[in-house]
Each structure stands twice: as C-alpha cells, then as structure tokens.
Nanobody, 117 residues
Framework: QVQLVESGGGLVQAGGSLRLSCAASGIISSASVMGWYRQAPGKQRELVAT???????NYADSVLGRFTISRDNAKNTVFLQMNSLKPEDTAVYYC???????????WGQGTQVTVSS
C-alpha cells in the first residue's frame, strides 16, 4: 500500500511564497511520475506540475515561471516551490504518484493553499 503525506500549505499574501512537500511510502517502482494537482471550489481538479523519475517536467501554463517542481528519487519525495503567488492560486493541492510499472495511481489527502489579496 502506497501512502502520500503532504505538508507545507497555509495562508500567504499575494506575491509571497510557499513550499509544498510530499513523501511517498510503500512499494514503489523505479519508474514513476510524481506531481501536484489542485482543485479550487467549484472547479475541476487540474494539473499543476509533474516530474518523472527520469527528470522530465510538465507545468500548467498558469504557473510557468512561478512554480518549480523537484524530487528526491531516493526518498520518493516531491516538492513544489511556489513563488509570486496570486489569489487565483488558492486551492487544495493534491500530491499524485503514478507508478508506471504497476500501472497504479495514488493521491495524497490534500493541503490547503490560500492566497490573500
């Protein structure tokens, strides 16, 4: 059983920064994609950023240049550095792990990020 534990959310003023962390535990293959999605009230969950175990990254256009994803493969941990935050970044942020070999998808419990104007 794979578990994802997120930390680092909170309340910040517009223009500020936050850093999210997500640690995965359990049996995880060497080939995986870890990343972050977010869901604002009344909206669908959307991709924020992902990073493969090989280092390939993908960002939503809305966060490009402001957010940076990184991961520590040895510790199965993924980070999201969020700078120049905007009120529209307010959402619950979910960590995701897709195990490419097992073909399974896992979600964290979510962490709230609130950006005040």
């Amino acid at each position: 059983q794979v578990q994802l534990v997120e930390s680092g959310g909170g309340l910040v003023q517009a223009g500020g920064s936050l850093r999210l962390s997500c640690a995965a535990s359990g049996i995880i293959s060497s080939a995986s994609v870890m990343g972050w999605y977010r869901q604002a009230p009344g909206k669908q969950r959307e991709l924020v950023a992902t990073m493969s175990s090989g280092g390939d990254v993908n960002y939503a256009d809305s966060v490009l240049g402001r957010f940076t994803i990184s991961r520590d493969n040895a510790k199965n941990t993924v980070f999201l550095q969020m700078n120049s935050l905007k009120p529209e970044d307010t959402a619950v942020y979910y960590c995701n792990l897709h195990d490419d070999i097992a073909g399974r998808n896992y979600w964290g419990q979510g962490t709230q990020v609130t950006v005040s104007s």
